[in-house]
């Protein structure tokens, strides 16, 4: 839960900037002031959608909140295969941040490998937005709203983020994706 201690200061240091409490960012966030403060505390896991909608509401670039570092490119960026910034924020997901150079971006592009789990192991998260993920790799059990959805390599999947979703590869593998959260 490193990964954790390491952006809570910057989510306190933004909202501090701007001059919000606790329970005003948690309004605006549409969250509990009592998450605001789990999340900044950096002993809980911090959901990227969360960071995101924070990203967003104040003006700070997703990479700056989860690396520390800015990004400085505005025309474009070439990430090579071997390049992906890792994103530490879930022990059971791989994420790799596909766009992490460009400053100004509208939407956060990942490679996202996730393990097999049962059915009972899959944790559902919700965020603004809306999420697309197009299937490289093995197949993967998406849940929106309790309903199963089975997308195998080839496959795209459209969604409204605000709907509870939960992802697990099948079959005993990994499955590896492209996720762009709009």
Request: charged residues 30%; aromatic residues 8%; negative net charge.
């Amino acid at each position: 839960m490193e990964q954790y201690k390491d952006i809570a200061p910057r989510l306190i240091g933004v909202r501090e900037g701007i001059g919000w409490t606790v329970e005003e960012m948690a309004d605006l966030l549409g969250v509990s002031a009592e998450k605001v403060t789990q999340y900044e505390s950096g002993t809980e896991e911090i959901p990227v959608g969360y960071l995101l909608d924070v990203s967003r509401l104040c003006r700070v670039d997703l990479t700056t909140l989860i690396s520390g570092r800015e990004p400085h490119l505005k025309s474009y960026s070439l990430v090579r295969k071997s390049e992906g910034f890792s994103v530490d924020r879930r022990k059971d997901y791989d994420y790799k941040s596909l766009g992490y150079k460009f400053a100004g971006r509208e939407m956060e592009p990942f490679l996202i490998t996730v393990p097999p789990k049962s059915g009972d192991d899959m944790a559902e998260t919700s965020h603004r937005g809306q999420e697309f993920i197009y299937v490289l790799e093995g197949r993967l059990e998406v849940r929106l709203a309790g309903e199963p959805l089975i997308v195998e390599a080839g496959d795209s999947l459209y969604f409204n983020s605000e709907t509870p979703h939960a992802l697990r590869g099948l079959d005993g593998k990994d499955v590896k994706f492209l996720d762009v959260i709009l």
